[in-house]
């Protein structure tokens, strides 16, 4: 792990992108981890929580420092006997990173570190540095360089020497301007152009959206708190290969599959970054084109680790990021992955309206797939509309590719030659019946029309 310290600019010195993460030149952190109980909350849950993240970012855990008190210091959040004693823990276990599972302001982190006597990272921090090492696309390096920036530009205290080469430094400063005050205006300026940038790309990202839906498959978004099996069961539906694993942010940049469904319909499958309980707000603002994707899906498929004890309180959170991006309205169906660990059996449960609501499932063995895929199906049958048509004898070509493109749900030899065929379709579908070529208008009979009772044919 390596966490740009505010404190002292050669750390942040790396050439493109300023801030991320540079596996070669990561030494390994050797870290604290601090976590107080405030006015009377179970300090515990939140602890295994936070090793899991120290650990997904590389850190060497040795110690654990638990507290208590009614509410947080105002100059180190922790409090005087409490930094103490993590001075003296910091030093028996040559510890060299704390971290505190807390929201810091920028004067209590400098005042901790001063009491501490080494570097001290709060949970946001924690996070930003997962995600700077896991960022891999153009903009998702784009959108993670913009949260950190918009996090440390508030810490800034000293200068960053760095910013100011890579804009040429000399002749840069004005008279009297002092340094802090050039890499305010400095790191101002980069965080403008980052938005002007992550502009450009959402807006591309915009226009393939559209490009998209004219052709009207419905998007699914796989939603979830961090590590629920979303990329697991991502890669079991679509047969990819994306990056699945037992840390705590595995995946940060979205990927789009096609999968088809009963019915021979399909829906354009979408994997994403994971949402965790206080997600900092700086970066699901940065995230901001990713998570817009979310909030267009046709349907979320919200994953919960069934097995995992604060499972409730995961589906809470999610679902109060999902409120923060604008989709808390969209239509969800509940899957509890993972039975294989629980014992429990595929099920599938419905709501009081009769619409499937809850998917019991292992993304590993595969138990259950089959209740989502009926799920998905039904749930966009529901968007079906029947269709019926008469075709012509000489039109035998175009009824072949029907029959192997589309559900026929009824067809009817006619005496003169020719097909009257029925056809459940979906918008998908009939966008693409509609293209054939030898297809002609008058091919649609009315609505009302009934088919002849007599004769079916194979
Ligand atoms: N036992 C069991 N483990 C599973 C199942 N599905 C996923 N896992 C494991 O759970 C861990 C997390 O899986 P991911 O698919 O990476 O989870 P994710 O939701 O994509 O996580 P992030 O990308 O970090 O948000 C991995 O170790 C998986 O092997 C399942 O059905 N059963
Ligand atoms: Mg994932």
Redesign the pocket.
Known sequence: MKVPNPQNPRELETNSLPLTSHPTARAVERALLVQLRLGGGRAEDELEELRRLAESAGADVRGVILGSRDRPDAATFIGKGKAEEIRAAVAHAGANLVLVNHTLSPAQERNLERAVGCRVLDRTGLILDIFAQRARSHEGRLQVELAQLEHLATRLVRGWTHLERQKGGIGLRGPGETQLEVDRRLVRDRIKKLHQRLEQVSVQRRSRRKARHRVPIPTVSLV?Y????????FNRLTGAAVY????????LDPTMRRIELPGKTAAILS?T??FIRNLPHDLVAAFKSTLEEVAEADLLLH?VDAGHPERLEHVQRVNEVLAEIAAAQLPQILVF?????TGAAPRLERDAGGRIARVWL????GAGLELLAQALAEHFGQRRVLRRLQLPPEAGRLRALIHDRLEVAREHALESGGWIMELALDPAQLDWLKRQRELRAEYFLPDAAVLAPTGSCP
């Open positions: 979830g961090t590590n629920a099996g979303k990329s697991t069961l699945a694993a037992d840390q705590l942010f595995a995946t994997d970054v994971g994953v992955n993972k039975i294989d660990a292992s993304a590993r063995t």
